[in-house]
C-alpha cells in the first residue's frame, strides 16, 4: 500500500500558519493531519473551523481531519464544509460508530475510525469493511509531543492482519510520538500512513524529515 505522510499541524507556529502551510506544500507529505480538540472528549481544547479554514486556503494537501470531539455526528457537515476529504473520528466518543460512518460518507468524503490506546483493536471489527482508514493512536489523544507507547507495534500486527482479513485496501495510520526512530517499524507491522508532528516541525529541515520519514 501506498505510503503517505501526514503532518500534524497541531505541532506548527500558529503565528506564521500561512508559512508552515507553504512548506508542506513544498514537501513529498500528500496530506495534512488536523486536530480538533474539544476539552471533553480529551482535557485538551486546540482549535476549530476558522483555523481550519485558513489551513484550507493555504495548503494544497488533502486534509486529514482527526476529530477528538463528543457527539461527532453532530458536526460532520461542518467539518466536510470546512475542507475535510478525510473524517477521523473515535470509537469511544459516540454512541453508535456505524451512524457516524453514514453520515461521513453522506458528505462524500474519506472516513476513518480511530481507537486511543487503552481500547482493544478488536473492537473495530464490526467497522472495518465500512471504512477507508483505520487510525491506530500510539499515544493517549489529547496533546503533541508525547512518546510513543511500545506496546502499539503487537496492536498495530494485530489490526493489520484484521484488515488483511475483511478490508484489504483498509488504510492504517498512526499518530502519536512517530518519528525517524520508529518510522520504518510502524511500515513492517502494517501501517501506511504516518502522522507525525514535533518529529516534523522540530526539525531542522522539516522537508527533509518528511522524506526520511517516507523512506524509512
Ligand atoms: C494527539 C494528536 C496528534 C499529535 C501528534 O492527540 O492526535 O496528531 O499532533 O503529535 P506528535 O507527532 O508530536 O506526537
Ligand atoms: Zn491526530
Same mark, same amino acid.
Given at each position: ?67 477528538m ?50 481500547? #482493544? ?18 499515544v ?27 478490508? #484489504? ?14 518510522a ?22 522539516? #522537508? ?9
Amino acid at each position: 500500500m501506498e505510503r503517505i505522510i501526514s503532518p500534524s499541524i497541531l505541532a506548527a507556529d500558529f503565528g506564521d500558519l500561512k508559512s508552515e502551510c507553504e512548506m508542506i506544500n513544498r514537501s513529498d507529505a500528500r496530506w495534512v493531519h488536523i486536530d480538533v480538540m474539544d476539552g471533553v472528549f480529551v482535557p485538551n481544547i486546540s482549535f476549530g473551523f476558522p483555523v481550519i479554514e485558513a489551513v484550507r486556503r493555504h495548503c494544497t494537501k488533502l486534509m486529514d481531519v482527526h476529530i477528538m470531539i463528543v457527539n461527532p455526528e453532530k458536526y460532520v457537515r461542518r467539518f466536510a464544509e470546512a475542507g475535510a476529504r478525510m473524517l477521523t473520528f473515535h470509537y469511544e466518543a459516540t454512541a453508535d460508530p456505524a451512524v457516524v460512518i453514514r453520515l461521513i460518507r453522506a458528505e462524500g468524503i474519506k472516513v476513518g475510525i480511530t481507537i486511543n490506546p487503552d481500547v #482493544p483493536v478488536d473492537k473495530l471489527r464490526p467497522f472495518i469493511a465500512d471504512v477507508d482508514m483505520v487510525l491506530l493512536m500510539t499515544v493517549f489523544a489529547g496533546y503533541g509531543g508525547q512518546k510513543f507507547i511500545p506496546e502499539s507495534f503487537e496492536r498495530l500486527r494485530a489490526l493489520a492482519g484484521m484488515r488483511d482479513e475483511l478490508n #484489504p485496501s483498509c488504510m492504517i495510520q498512526v499518530d502519536g510520538g512517530v518519528g525517524a526512530s520508529n518510522a520504518s517499524q510502524l511500515y513492517e507491522c502494517g501501517a501506511n500512513v504516518l502522522v507525525a508532528g514535533s518529529s516534523v516541525f522540530n526539525a531542522a529541515d522539516p #522537508p527533509a524529515m518528511i522524506r526520511q520519514l517516507l523512506d524509512a
